[in-house]
């Protein structure tokens, strides 16, 4: 069974999609990714491919309401798996920059597929790496979210980002770019079109922000250029916690753009942010009760220090 259920305290969508909890925890030699990409035609080896458990359904079935204080609405949209490699080994930071701007464009085309889809306001892209974010399947890969709508909290940065275009007259994530840099304590990494940095509000240790220098709304802006160095800057930061940690660092990439409601967002940012859920080599940063409860977060950590570990790390020799 799958369905939106709407949360009239919280003011949010809960998405109830009970078959995915037969989803299987898979060896190597079971790895059905492995099988997609050996398919997939001529010399590509970055794919998209149906989520076989999605959470979101172009055919979702028809719900009822009986009562305006359980409100439910069919789970409609789309769920895709985005395979990086053949390689089953192969990470991110594992891939050659021609095949991170392979991975990138086909970002661009899904964005822009699904976002032209009738009721569809949220194209999510991310990525869950590692065990311990809570992945069934080792095989490198991606994941897209097409949602019905935007979802709360990004709703809530639109607005925030719009009344700072009112106040201020300018970008509110430019804003953030140019006081970053101006300070530069917090940066981990930087080229031409992109800079990474551990937030001044970093709600996680070892949080990272990727944001194009330029005004972009989605990474259906970048040229030739600004793809590649996005590759460069994917590639550099997730090697940069490798080496730092001495492991493969479990984490969560997820990339922020524009919705797709039809609406324009002339005041949005496109960016990327990284989290892992480390808070140090040995210990893991519980979100328990103050952070699922009321939404705030507590770092253990100064931003200050955790930027000027990682920035101190090579990410190539």
Not at 205 to 232: F, M
Not at 257 to 270: A, E, I
Request: aromatic fraction near 12%; glycine fraction near 6%.
């Amino acid at each position: 069974m799958e369905e939106l259920r709407w949360n009239p305290i919280r003011q949010e969508w809960v998405i109830v999609a009970t078959h995915r909890q037969t989803r299987p925890l898979l060896s190597r030699k079971q790895c059905p990714f492995c099988e997609e990409v050996e398919g997939a035609p001529g010399e590509l080896e970055v794919i998209s491919i149906p989520n076989l458990f999605p959470s979101l359904l172009e055919n979702s079935r028809s719900v009822s309401n009986e009562s305006p204080l359980f409100v439910k609405c069919p789970a409609y949209g789309k769920c895709e798996v985005v395979i990086y490699s053949k390689d089953h080994d192969k990470g991110l930071k594992d891939q050659s920059t021609d095949s991170l701007i392979e991975l990138i464009n086909l970002w661009i085309d899904r964005y822009e597929e699904l976002g032209s889809k009738p009721g569809i306001k949220y194209v999510f892209i991310f990525e869950n790496k590692g065990r311990l974010i809570g992945v069934t399947l080792d095989h490198p890969h991606g994941q897209i979210y097409a949602f019905p709508f935007v979802p709360e909290a990004l709703q809530r940065e639109v607005e925030s980002s719009k009344k700072w275009m009112e106040k201020h007259g300018r970008c509110l994530f430019c804003s953030i770019i140019e006081g970053e840099k101006e300070k530069s304590e917090r940066i981990i990494f930087e080229n031409e079109r992109f800079v990474g940095f551990v937030p001044f509000f970093a709600s996680l240790p070892y949080e990272v922000h990727l944001y194009p220098k330029s005004h972009l709304g989605s990474i259906t802006q970048l040229d030739d250029h600004g793809k590649k160095d996005l590759a460069e800057s994917i590639k550099a930061i997730i090697t940069k916690y490798d080496r730092f940690f001495g492991f493969e660092l479990p984490y969560m990439m997820m990339l922020f753009q524009s919705p797709t409601d039809g609406k324009d967002y002339p005041f949005y940012h496109f960016r990327i942010e990284f989290r892992p859920l480390h808070r140090s080599k040995e210990k893991i940063k519980y979100l328990a009760s103050v952070e699922s409860g009321t939404g705030v977060f507590i770092n253990d950590t100064l931003p200050e220090e955790k930027a000027r570990e990682l920035k101190k790390t090579k990410w190539k020799e």
